[in-house]
């Protein structure tokens, strides 16, 4: 339990404050540079080539529908730096009817560890998301129709905050640069602030577990 409260603390950190985190990388430079097993290069994107994707993901479960896919951009010296958006699905036998979310991620990847030319782990990364259910039944505020304050908490919107690690696998052809395997646990508001006053509750209890994939894409 401590050691996940200090990775979440690692990686608000390095999400509310990213000039703190550019500040330590630089003052450890000569240590980096000395990790030959960190291989990320910056792609190097200019003008409106930014604009397009670097990657593409699927992701199973985390909060975001059963299901969800979607695309996402890279950047950083060593694209240590991701902002993902996806679509998720969530079948009617999961809820009233057939449902539509729509998710905003960010993910902080620090270190990168490079076996041989195809292999490289990814030991931990971190970041947080939102993510928004498509249906009128669901509101940001309140509805006036209830008592004041009694659901304390929007149904529309629901922030989270993960760890993960990923394996890569690189790949050389014209197309796909490598293809990940990653896995997260992750939890939101709701979760925290029923630990906190209720503590009967065990870690296992507000935590959930995702997986998914990623495909990164080269530059032409």
Not at 63 to 90: A, I, N, P
Not at 92 to 112: E, G, L
Not at 195 to 217: E, H, P
Request: charged share 25%.
């Amino acid at each position: 339990m401590r050691q996940y409260l200090f990775n979440i603390g690692v990686c608000l950190l390095a999400l509310m404050f990213p000039h703190i985190t550019c500040a330590f990388e630089a003052d450890s430079l000569h240590l980096t540079s000395q990790r030959r097993w960190d291989k990320r290069t910056h792609q190097k994107y200019s003008g409106w080539e930014r604009l397009r994707p670097t990657h593409a993901k699927f992701q199973y479960a985390g909060g975001m529908g059963v299901s969800s896919f979607g695309v996402g951009w890279d950047y950083g010296k060593r694209r240590q730096w991701e902002t993902d958006f996806l679509v998720g699905f969530l079948p009617a036998k999961y809820a009233d009817k057939f449902r539509m979310t729509f998710t905003v991620k960010q993910n902080y990847i620090p270190w990168s560890m490079s076996f041989d030319e195809h292999w490289a782990l990814e030991p931990f990364y971190c970041g947080l998301y939102v993510t928004t259910i498509a249906g009128e039944e669901f509101w940001k505020k309140e509805p006036g129709r209830y008592p004041n304050r009694y659901y304390n908490f929007s149904t529309k919107l629901r922030p989270y905050i993960f760890i993960g690690q990923r394996m890569n696998f690189n790949l050389k052809n014209s197309l796909v640069k490598h293809i990940s395997l990653f896995y997260e646990i992750n939890t939101c508001e709701l979760y925290l602030i029923s630990k906190f006053t209720n503590k009967t509750l065990k870690m296992k209890d507000i935590l959930r577990f995702s997986f998914g994939a990623k495909v990164q894409l080269f530059k032409d």
